[in-house]
């Protein structure tokens, strides 16, 4: 399959110049970069910028993947991206260090502001959310570890749905067994989540109490061919562009602002909904119980919310407030459909999903034998549309 990348080109010139950059010295690939940039956007925005479609209000927070085998650079260009969001973490502990040292315990204790998460309990989830009314990040280097953690500490299988609900920024409970309050409500969660993960350990990912929850859908993974360097780095850092980024996000925590949609935008994302996505759902069917299938329909279900978001922060990538247009919204209906190649991926590798029985072999597989000579009464034949059938037929093997 030939490979397709996230778009860029929207964005402006100096956001264009710092991905390749960091790719350049990096010497990953730029979608790596694009989706950690995305997200640490995502963070700065924070609960201040939303995007309304006329029924539905979203937030722009992003549950971002990276996946490559060990040694493949994700952790250290994710660092440097990361740094202006790290940077004004690592600012909010100090001054609550401070304010613990001069603290006489007395009076009401002073409540640690910051937002990095990286190893923690359901219970000190909860908490951080309700002490964080901006939004939080969970950034770990390798996030099996994330996943991994779901029920060590309490035992509860489910751990996994109340992050569920985290990402849908519904307020939940969740009953203690310690401390002084026994009920603790989560009001108004906002998190955003962006890490590496070694190709063989995404298998964690797929627990059997993960299937049909929805929560692999809510991954947005990159997956790009391995590409080992033959050669040293020969770029080094635009101190400008880096200057330029620092500030960038700076200034997005200083917004607050809702992004609406235009008719072209509407138009262009319920195409997508209702046509594009909607004939891969049937494609699949309802009664699929193969983990692979179940892993996509959950990926469809979700990726409609995120073309959205991912709108909402081409915006702010773009240095622009207010209404969303049809290029930006086309822009990230194509980044949706990589990001849907990617998933494909994944899914493959998790549950060694053979390509041979897609439905796209079978249509390909009978074209060869058969020819195809009327595409559209053979996809009616399937119950998909003519421009699905032309997909898979123009897919290469």
Not at 34 to 43: F, G, K, P, Q
Not at 178 to 203: E, R, Y
Request: hydrophobic share 35%.
């Amino acid at each position: 399959m030939e490979k397709m990348s996230i778009p860029t080109s929207h964005l402006t010139c100096e956001i264009q110049n710092y991905i390749n950059n960091i790719s350049d010295v990096y010497q990953v690939d730029p979608d790596m970069v694009t989706l950690a940039v995305y997200t640490a956007t995502a963070v700065s925005a924070g609960k201040r910028v939303t995007t309304f479609d006329g029924t539905y209000t979203n937030r722009l927070s992003l549950w971002g993947i990276i996946v490559g085998i060990s040694g493949s650079g994700k952790t250290e260009f994710a660092n440097k991206v990361l740094h202006p969001i790290l940077k004004k973490n690592a600012k909010l502990v100090q001054e609550y260090e401070n304010e613990i040292r001069e603290w006489d315990g007395k009076g009401k204790e002073p409540v640690p502001m910051d937002f990095r998460l990286h190893s923690v309990t359901l219970e000190a989830l909860v908490e951080k959310i309700n002490q964080n009314p901006d939004g939080l990040m969970l950034y770990r280097g390798e996030l099996s570890g994330w996943v991994s953690s779901f029920g060590k500490y309490n035992r509860d299988d489910a751990e996994y749905a109340s992050w569920i609900e985290v990402w849908d920024g519904h307020t939940f409970p969740i009953h203690t067994k310690t401390g002084n309050k026994k009920l603790i409500n989560a009001k108004d969660p906002v998190l955003s989540v962006i890490g590496g993960v070694q190709p063989h350990i995404m298998k964690k990912f797929a627990k059997a109490d993960f299937l049909g929850s929805g929560f692999l859908g809510r991954l947005l993974m990159v997956y790009p061919p391995l590409c080992y360097p033959e050669t040293a780095p020969t770029v080094v850092f635009d101190e400008n562009l880096l200057t330029y980024w620092d500030k960038f996000i700076d200034n997005n925590y200083k917004l607050s602002c809702q992004l609406t949609f235009n008719k072209e935008a509407k138009d262009i994302y319920d195409d997508f909904c209702y046509n594009y996505v909607r004939e891969r759902v049937y494609a699949i069917g309802e009664e699929s119980t193969d983990p692979y299938n179940v892993c996509m329909l959950e990926f469809y279900g979700k990726i409609k919310v995120y073309a959205e978001k991912w709108a909402g922060i081409s915006m702010l990538l773009t240095c622009r407030i207010g209404s969303i247009d049809g290029e930006i919204m086309a822009k990230s209906i194509e980044a949706m459909k990589v990001f849907e190649l990617y998933a494909m991926k994944v899914y493959s590798f998790i549950f060694n999903h053979s390509s041979s029985s897609s439905k796209g072999e079978q249509v390909r597989k009978i074209d060869q034998l058969f020819g195809i000579k009327n595409r559209a009464q053979f996809a009616d034949s399937l119950g998909i549309s003519r421009s699905l059938v032309s997909d898979y037929l123009n897919e290469k093997k």
